[in-house]
């Protein structure tokens, strides 16, 4: 399995990949996995840094920003692997925090690449995305998807209710296990402690 990393806004792929491998002998005594830390789809202006689409506080635009960035991200995927020698039937996990958390569970709810494990870190999806998409996904045959949503108490950018709707819907597409963990006083901005925290939560290691 390869896990595919989604960085959230303003971040990049090298500053999570830093997260990580800050802690990487606490997410898996055995060896990091394979991990593929992606750059989001857009430049964030002021910082320079990226992002996967435009911040905004209303949800309609926010969902219309995810059905717009999920098909691009998966086309980026599926070119991600193929440059890694990759066939596409590789089982993925993929892991995001905020933007790219919303993004992971996206991914796993459309059910197009072959993923079999998503963790998503303060994220949810937007109440508009998910009445756009009220009917079970397809699964075509594929695995079924572990998925883990890990917000903290309080968050002031992902209330826990959106969270735990979010997992609620997720479990209505019977497309696997959803988790939904609530860690306490870790504010909205990643770090290890994110990982730490995910890794005291659920067994076995993240990927």
């Not at 717009?68 to 020698?85: F, H, I």
């Not at 790219?100 to 709810?109: E, S, V």
């Not at 998503?118 to 998910?130: K, T």
């Not at 594929?142 to 950018?157: I, T």
């Amino acid at each position: 399995m390869i896990s595919i990393c989604l960085h959230g806004w303003g971040s990049s792929a090298r500053q999570f990949q830093a997260h990580w491998e800050a802690t990487a002998d606490a997410v898996d005594g055995h060896g990091a996995p394979e991990r593929l830390f992606l750059d989001g789809l857009e430049a964030e202006p002021v910082s320079g840094n990226r992002r996967w689409f435009a911040f905004t506080g209303r949800h309609d635009r926010l969902a219309a920003s995810l059905c717009d960035c999920v098909p691009r991200l998966e086309a980026l995927v599926a070119q991600q692997l193929s440059r890694e020698g990759l066939a596409p039937e590789t089982p993925i996990g993929v892991v995001g925090h905020s933007q790219g958390g919303m993004l992971a569970l996206a991914l796993a709810a459309r059910q197009r690449l072959h993923i079999v494990r998503a963790d998503a870190f303060a994220a949810f999806l937007p109440a508009a995305y998910m009445a756009a998409r009220m009917a079970r996904a397809d699964a075509g045959g594929r695995a079924q998807v572990a998925l883990a949503l890990y917000s903290s108490a309080p968050d002031p950018f992902v209330p826990h209710e959106a969270v735990q709707r979010t997992a609620e819907w997720l479990r209505s597409l019977e497309i696997g296990a959803v988790d939904h963990h609530v860690v306490a006083d870790l504010p909205h901005a990643f770090s290890p402690a994110w990982i730490e925290a995910a890794n005291r939560e659920r067994k076995p290691c993240l990927p």
